[in-house]
């Protein structure tokens, strides 16, 4: 069975820095993508961040280019969020999706993730 397990998210104060974590088990941690999603009070969830382990490949939603970073350590399996510069329109559950997949996106959130995590809170104070 697939597990994915969200942790990190908090309460900060804008500007300040978070690092989501995903560890992945029961995953096969070769040929796939693993994303970063989120979904605020009322609105609809998001691509945050994606990446693939086809090409070491990487996509941003515009929103949160330059200020966050996704990363893998395929070793560990488990992906990471770096989240700096929290604004409060960050705030959002986020959650970690994955799947197993040879073909390549242009856009790597695009993909019909068939693994979710529980999701994990966070929430950015003004």
């Known amino acids: 069975e697939v597990q994915l397990v969200e942790s990190g998210g908090g309460l900060v104060q804008a500007g300040e820095s978070l690092r989501l974590s995903c560890a992945a088990s029961?995953?096969?941690?070769?040929?796939?993508?693993i994303g970063w999603f989120r979904q605020a009070p009322g609105k609809e969830r998001e691509g945050v961040s994606c990446?693939?382990?086809?090409?070491?490949?990487?996509t941003y939603a515009d929103s949160v280019k330059g200020r966050f970073t996704i990363s893998s350590d395929d070793a560990k399996e488990t992906v990471y969020l770096q989240m700096n510069r929290l604004q409060p329109e960050d705030t959002a559950v986020y959650y970690c999706?994955?799947?197993?997949?040879?073909?390549?996106?242009?856009?790597?959130?695009?993909?019909?993730?068939?693994?979710w995590g529980q999701g994990t809170q966070v929430t950015v104070s003004s």
């Open positions: 029961g995953f096969t941690f070769d040929d796939y993508a």
């Open positions: 999706a994955a799947l197993n997949t040879i073909v390549r996106l242009v856009d790597l959130c695009a993909y019909d993730y068939n693994y």
């Open positions: 990446i693939t382990s086809l090409d070491g490949g990487t």
